[in-house]
């Protein structure tokens, strides 16, 4: 085995949903750094990165958030809170901020990237895609998310992802309402507490016999 | 910077939608089995694990499955081709399968675990989620996606994740209709042709600042 295939299995096997977090431990900022890098370098559909990432640092409106949160005392105790927001649709200044970015990063006229935006207008705007927009939106959001979990446990940061929230009650109290994002999935980021009993539960998986099947 | 921020933020840059795959290059075994225990540690919702990954072996089903993702080459030339499939629904006997392999992995009697049957009903089969149990299974299985990708670059594995493809055909050809599960992402993975123009290609991101928002 060698040492990436090492480590990958490691982390992944260490990596568990924490349910307490030790509310002292902090991350350190360089740490930090690499993890909001891998936000960034997310993949998501044609590139076009329908998301944002609030960090909520603030005491109060964490604590604001918690009781939309059934409570869980990782919105609070955790190092950092995630939240993920989602773009609610996507129109053409969309179209055209990824363009610009584009033909800015590899040097290139706007108009040779016209194909590329009619590709695009093709399939989230007019095409049958665009019923569904907050759906594919929400999917990328969740390769974000993927992205980060690993990521984190490869940096022996812990997380816990939590889909059991009130978007609605987020969206308020994150003055999202009537924006162009949404609160799409949360997740927490810091050290597990010494106490945490979930730590030391087994893994449950389906075995890879009944989820991988060969065709 | 240590050793594991330094090689995550190599793999994230290194990464990249390959476009041409060198058709004779395979991915070891023993690499390709890191890879599958990446689709099964996936973390999801519940850890309910409402997926299945179809590993598409057989030459002739990807030339049929090719015309129905808009002729990619990918889906014929990379060494290894994931169709991710998402359950269509959840019910009862989903809940039955997790508490039975928790109970087992856990070494508990079944009826320890009856609050946690109940909240995932309360929530997946009776409560408001169930109205969109497509897309929260989607999401799930977009989660699988983000680590398979992350742990693919670690691995030096080139990755090609396709929305572009018709899911009823798909689902034809794979014989999922009427079943469970139904097609909804793929991945084609392997390594990148020498020729492969994209791989030159300066990656597109919008800057952190624009990403990340503190609250």
């Known amino acids: 085995m060698t040492p990436a295939v090492e480590s990958l299995q490691a982390a992944l096997q260490w990596r568990y949903a924490t349910k307490q977090f030790d509310a002292t431990a902090r991350i350190a900022p360089d740490l930090w750094a690499a993890l909001e890098q891998s936000l960034v ?7 076009l990165q329908p998301w944002k990432f609030l960090l909520i640092e603030d005491e109060e409106l964490r604590q604001q958030l918690r009781p939309h949160a059934w409570n869980q005392s990782q919105i609070t105790d955790a190092s950092h809170l995630v939240v993920f927001l989602a773009r609610r649709r996507i129109d053409s200044d969309d179209l055209e901020r990824l363009i610009t970015a584009t033909a800015s990063a590899r ?28 759906r594919w939106a929400s999917n990328q959001v969740y390769i974000a998310l993927g992205t980060f979990l690993t990521a984190a446990a490869l940096l022996a940061v812990d997380t816990c992802p939590i889909e059991g929230f009130s978007p609605a009650e ?12 949404r609160s799409c999935v949360v997740c927490a980021a810091g050290y597990r507490a010494a106490g945490d009993p979930y730590a030391a539960l087994a893994k449950v998986r389906y075995p890879a016999a009944e989820l991988i099947e060969r065709r």
């Not at 370098?41 to 590139?47: F, K, V």
């Not at 194909?115 to 007019?126: N, P, S, V």
Request: charged share 35%.
């Open 170 to 181: 987020f969206d308020r109290l994150l003055e999202l309402e009537g924006g162009p994002y």
């Open 107 to 134: 040097s290139l006229a706007p108009e040779k990237l016209e194909f590329y935006r009619d590709m695009m207008r093709k399939d989230l705007i007019d095409g049958p895609r665009s019923e569904q927009i907050e």
């Open 41 to 47: 370098l997310s993949p998501s559909s044609y590139g």
